[in-house]
């Protein structure tokens, strides 16, 4: 069974305009969907992303609704922890496809990465 890891120089999960999230809306709470919108620069990326390094610049101090935890993902989603892996492996699939192409070196290099090739 694979399991979700997030790799270094990835970043997708830090796009996050709305026209491509419109979910975001419905799953936070209206004080986590108006942080998550401060969040947004002018071109849809995290103002805390750099798009350099690919890195979050307050990765340590990042919210809630960023984390990767069975805690989030069931009050969010209602994922149990064991479905945690699959849910979140898809998850960022999607968001890589989506960003960098289906074809894409980071797609790939996700993909061996949790070990779902």
Request: overall charge negative.
């Amino acid at each position: 069974m694979a399991t979700w890891q997030c790799i270094e120089g990835c970043g997708a999960c830090c796009y996050l305009d709305l026209g491509d999230r419109p979910e975001v809306a419905t799953i936070l709470d209206e004080a986590e969907f108006a942080h998550y919108q401060s969040l947004i620069g002018e071109d849809g990326w995290c103002i805390h992303f750099e798009p350099r390094t690919r890195r979050c610049q307050i990765y340590e101090q990042r919210p809630r609704f960023c984390r990767v935890t069975p805690e989030v993902f069931n009050d969010l989603y209602g994922i149990t922890a064991e479905e945690l892996d699959e849910f979140a492996i898809a998850c960022c699939c999607e968001h890589i496809s989506d960003i960098y192409g289906e074809r894409s070196l980071e797609l790939l290099r996700y993909e061996r990465a949790v070990g779902s090739l």
